[in-house]
């Protein structure tokens, strides 16, 4: 079974504007970890942001908040003021079991995003 | 703060021929693990190392193998190489606080 999905293969902002990428995640453990990543075509998987699931507080980093509803195991990305660099694939994932346990990250297929002025 | 380095960028090899890729972490970071990306999908968990020692391993044949240095560096090694083995191969490292940071990969290609 499917652990982690992005329904979004592709998607479209305009310059400026906030764009919100989807996941849920499917898990029995109470807890676990969840993780954004942004990949452009040169391949290097830049982290975004983390969200424990123990943390009461939807994560922010600068211009990434994790929309993170944990009854409907879902932990949207969204990004605000999208600029052309945005551009990139966007990679979901899930650690399961408490950090520092192991760090096997289970991958979403992706949602490529395309940023147009 | 150095992030993590991986080595070498691109590499081509033919079948049947082995290749050691490498990985030196975070500093201060004692957990390295390794993931397979092929075009078009998602990384795929290989191995987690610890310590020294393995804590984890993905759904991968025994030609694939790895271990940790003293350094907390790594070397991930695969033998018998396969057509299918062309890859994007990352290595990540992480402390205690659970965030995973990945380096830029090493671009395997099998001939």
Not at chain 1, 30 to 47: N, T
Not at chain 1, 90 to 103: D, I, S, V
Not at chain 2, 54 to 62: A, T
């Amino acid at each position: 079974a499917q652990k982690i999905t992005q329904t979004q293969p592709g998607m479209f902002v305009q310059e400026k504007e906030a764009v919100t990428l989807d996941c849920t995640y499917d898990t029995s453990d109470q807890s676990y970890g969840l993780f954004w990543y942004k990949q452009p075509s040169s391949g290097e998987m830049i982290f975004l942001i983390y969200q424990g699931s123990y943390d009461e507080q939807n994560a922010t980093e600068g211009r990434y908040s994790l929309n993170f509803q944990k009854a409907r195991k879902s932990a949207n990305l969204v990004i605000s003021a999208s600029q052309l660099g945005d551009s990139a694939m966007y990679f979901c994932a899930m650690r399961e079991g408490r950090a520092g346990g192991g760090n096997k990250l289970t991958f979403g297929t992706g949602t490529q995003l395309k940023v147009e002025l | 703060d150095a992030g993590v380095t991986q080595s070498p960028t691109h590499l081509i090899k033919t079948r049947g021929q082995h290749v050691t890729l490498r990985c030196s972490p975070i500093s201060g970071h004692k957990s390295v693990s390794w993931y397979q990306q092929v075009l078009g999908q998602g990384p795929q968990f290989i191995f987690q190392y610890y310590e020294k020692e393995e804590r984890g391993r993905g759904n991968f044949p025994d030609r694939f193998s790895a271990r940790q240095f003293p350094n907390y560096s790594s070397e991930l090694n695969v033998n018998a190489l396969l057509l299918g083995d062309s890859a994007l191969y990352l290595c990540a490292s992480s402390g205690t606080a659970g965030k995973l940071f990945f380096g830029s990969g090493t671009q395997l290609s099998v001939l």
